[in-house]
């Protein structure tokens, strides 16, 4: 676990520089600064994960899965059964793919926060969830123009109201185009972001006062410190998996929308309803 610089005395708190971990090495080619540190170097390990896992799951498929083929079919059929289809409907067999990989990915993001030597969820930085957030703004717009045309879909998008007064009509536009274009995506990529980053901080809080206060009487304090580290980080591996499920929920409750009306934003039964 990454720990701040501590000079002189007394139990030094973990501040946002742990999230900024040095870098390994830099390149300059111009205006461009390409660099790897501990958390680009897990984001790429973890996109490795997932592909090797569902590589060696699947390399030799057998008709009676077993072993790795049985754990990939069980997430994907949880994924297809459970979101795509109970969430879009049969059209969602489409999507379940990305689904299940963006479940996978940040499932093992997330989980990296408490195993031993990573330490560190490469989703509690912000550029990741921002990506996974741009990709989702491009498949439900996408799904959206594909059930309806172009034309259709963001006709409604900015005529969300047809039987409003004028002026009603007007003050929804720039309110909707705003909500689908903007805060859509903003929500879905701050929910993840906010819950790893806050449980990281927790976690580096409480383990590092347990270290501090461990050799120091009284000892109630150390290994109080310790209990809550420790029952925070079971805490974090439920969280770890619900901002997957969220994440994963929250897309294609997205694409089910866009796909029922050309007004992406009527409601589809209970999926559009957004977890917190």
Excluded at 134 to 146: D, E, K, M
Aim: hydrophobic content about 55%; glycine content about 8%.
């Amino acid at each position: 676990m990454t720990t701040p610089p501590t000079t002189g005395e007394g139990f030094h708190a973990p501040t946002t520089a742990v999230f900024q971990p040095r870098h390994w090495f830099d390149v300059h080619l111009g205006p461009i600064d390409f660099y790897l540190n501990k958390a680009t170097g897990l984001t790429i390990f973890s996109a490795l994960f997932v592909g090797v896992v569902f590589w060696l799951g699947f390399r030799r498929p057998q008709i009676v899965p077993r072993g790795m083929q049985n754990i990939c079919e069980s997430i994907y059929d949880f994924i297809d059964l459970q979101v795509s289809r109970a969430v879009i409907g049969e059209q969602g067999r489409r999507y379940t793919l990305y689904l299940v990989v963006l479940f996978c990915f940040v499932l093992t993001c997330n989980l990296l926060g408490i195993v031993p030597v990573a330490q560190f969820p490469a989703t509690s930085r912000i550029a990741i969830p921002m990506l996974l957030a741009a990709v989702t703004l491009v498949l439900f717009n996408y799904a959206g123009i594909r059930a309806h045309g172009a034309r259709g879909y963001f006709l409604e998008m900015i005529n969300p109201a047809p039987i409003a007064p004028l002026w009603i009509k007007f003050l929804l536009a720039p309110l909707e185009v705003v909500h689908m274009l903007v805060i859509r995506p903003f929500t879905l990529a701050v929910r993840l972001f906010a819950n790893m980053f806050a449980g990281h901080m927790l976690l580096l809080i409480f383990s590092l006062g347990a270290t501090y206060l461990l050799p120091r009487p009284p000892y109630i304090f150390g290994v109080t410190s310790l209990l809550l580290a420790i029952i925070l980080t079971g805490f974090e591996a439920v969280i770890a998996f619900l901002q997957a499920y969220v994440i994963t929920v929250l897309t294609a409750a997205y694409i089910a929308g866009a796909q029922a009306s050309a007004g992406p934003t009527r409601t589809v039964g209970t999926a559009e309803r957004e977890p917190t």
